[in-house]
């Protein structure tokens, strides 16, 4: 009888609009991406960069190698020379090749002076192969994010 | 002389433009609406990119489909596949000929202040004193009811020749489909109405509102199994969720209107949006008091009285265009035997049934 009277007036489906009314006016969650960036998490990994000592401007890296060793895809590589005044390593050259990383962070976790760091940047893409193996000079500038702002992607 | 051809030529002319104009409008913005809260019940936004919050989106989207390349496919009846869009989308604006947007009266004051630039003071208050003139429809006849539902069912010809003319397998079984579900659904739909029709003693759309008024109720409270038959039947009238069978995505690729593209898709689909106007418009006029405001009979409430009868009308028309967009986002499609079965073996009796209770009160009672 009860199933009879809810079939009559229909009270799954009213149910079923009064929670698909409830959605309706609910926050979206939808990012819009390129616009709105997304929240990452704290302990995201992304984009390489080569720290500089803030105060001097020089390289944190003393050119040890061990980011090299430790990586598991062999994608770095650290060029040295020894100064002959000081008998120090001196940083040459250190290439990162982002399209073979993936992103484990041993490099940041094995630095004895924090110069390898992954950054929150995700935004890495690039048109070509030879782009992606990232120079010196392109992973000390860093967190290099190139903001098209509001007009562009529309 | 200038008189006649005023009152029944170019008045009406002026108004058939005007509804026409609008009624392309809304069907375009329906098309957004409906976007807009079924991306809002999924939790989604829905168009975005084009305007603010998507509003310029029914402009692109016909741009586009005037913009495609216009195709008939090498075997299909090249003659009746191109008109079979127009023979369903011409019933459904045809319709709004005698849908009573507003009062009878709604029109004077309009026409007395614009014909007073040209004619004389006797004139121009013979001609807004005219209610062919000054009201708020293009006509009134005395058998609009029976008007709506035999021209809209012409509608259904266009879409059983589309899927005919296709000469393919999909849209044949489409059109098959749907001529089922119409003309199943029509029957109960008819008998509905009836239910209303005994109720108010008249045919006209226009009597019917105006008895709401005098009886100072809404059809609604007088025939509320009615109204949920209507409103049932019209969703399968309009192969609207959870009716769409005809055009079911995933069983039937589009239906009947699978071949079409471009300008002629767009027909149909402008079709089916109006259809689903038509039925809300309708329902608004038979049940929901037409351009009355809510509790007619509630003195109290005499304030909402400024707010003039055609926006009442809209607004009622919109808030069961949402119902029918809001059903959409709720319920699943039914299988084909239910449909069938729901119709003949379901509303059919119950709308008879409300049909001979009703005949039986009135008989009794009045």
Avoid at chain 2, 217 to 237: H, K
């Amino acid at each position: 009888m009860m199933d009879f009277l809810r079939r009559i007036f229909f009270v799954d489906i009213l149910k079923g609009l009064a929670l698909t009314f409830r959605y309706t006016y609910r926050k979206v969650y939808t990012e819009q991406y390129p616009l709105e960036k997304p929240k990452l998490a704290e302990r995201y990994k992304g984009a390489p960069r080569l720290n500089n000592d803030p105060v001097t401007g020089e390289t944190l890296c003393i050119a040890c190698d061990l980011c090299a060793e430790i990586c598991p895809e062999d994608l770095i590589v650290v060029g040295s020379q020894r100064d002959p005044e000081s008998r120090k390593k001196v940083l040459t050259h250190y290439t990162f090749d982002t399209s073979r990383c993936l992103f484990c962070g041993l490099c940041q976790e094995v630095c004895p002076t924090n110069a390898i760091e992954l950054t929150q940047d995700f935004e890495i893409a690039a048109y070509d192969r030879r782009s992606m193996v990232w120079d010196r000079k392109r992973l000390e500038k860093g967190w290099d994010r190139i903001d098209f702002g509001k007009d562009y992607h529309r | 002389m200038s008189e006649i051809l005023l009152i029944y030529a170019i008045i009406p002319l002026i108004k058939i433009a005007v509804i026409v104009l609008i009624l392309s409008g809304a069907i375009a913005y329906l098309t957004l609406l409906e976007r807009k809260l079924i991306a809002h019940i999924q939790v989604r936004l829905g168009p975005m990119r084009v305007g603010w919050h998507g509003l310029l989106q029914p402009i692109a989207d016909g741009l586009k489909f005037l913009l495609k390349e216009d195709i008939v496919p090498a075997k299909a009846d090249a003659f009746i596949f191109t008109i079979a869009p127009a023979i369903s989308l011409i019933p459904a604006f045809l319709v709004f000929a005698v849908v009573p947007f507003g009062p009878p009266e709604m029109l004077q004051e309009v026409l007395r202040w614009t014909l007073s630039w040209f004619l004389d003071a006797a004139t121009t208050e013979r001609i807004a004193q005219n209610a062919i003139a000054s009201g708020g429809y293009v006509t009134d006849i005395n058998i609009a009811v029976l008007f709506v539902l035999s021209v809209s069912s012409v509608g259904i010809l266009g879409v059983i020749l589309g899927g005919w003319a296709s000469n393919s397998k999909y849209p044949l079984l489409g059109a098959l489909r749907s001529s089922a579900q119409m003309v199943s659904y029509e029957v109960a739909l008819g008998f509905s109405i009836i239910g209303v029709l005994l109720v108010a003693g008249s045919l006209s759309l226009v009597e019917i509102v105006q008895n709401q008024q005098q009886e100072q109720i809404w059809y609604v409270f007088v025939q509320p199994l009615a109204f949920v038959l209507f409103f049932i039947c019209g969703l399968a009238e309009t192969n609207r969720l959870p009716f769409d069978l005809p055009e079911a995505e995933t069983e039937l690729v589009g239906g009947f209107h699978t071949e079409y593209s471009g300008f002629r898709f767009s027909l149909f689909f402008l079709a089916e949006y109006a259809n689903m106007i038509t039925v809300s418009a309708i329902g608004v006029a038979l049940f929901l008091g037409g351009w009355l405001r809510p509790f007619p009979s509630w003195e109290w409430l005499w304030f909402l009285d400024l707010i003039p009868g055609v926006v009442w009308f809209l607004g009622k028309v919109f808030l069961l265009l949402y119902v029918f967009i809001w059903l959409r986002g709720t319920l699943p499609r039914f299988r084909f035997d239910q449909l069938m079965q729901y119709g003949w073996k379901i509303f059919l009796p119950v709308a008879m049934g409300n049909v001979i209770v009703t005949a039986g009160v009135l008989l009794a009672f009045l």
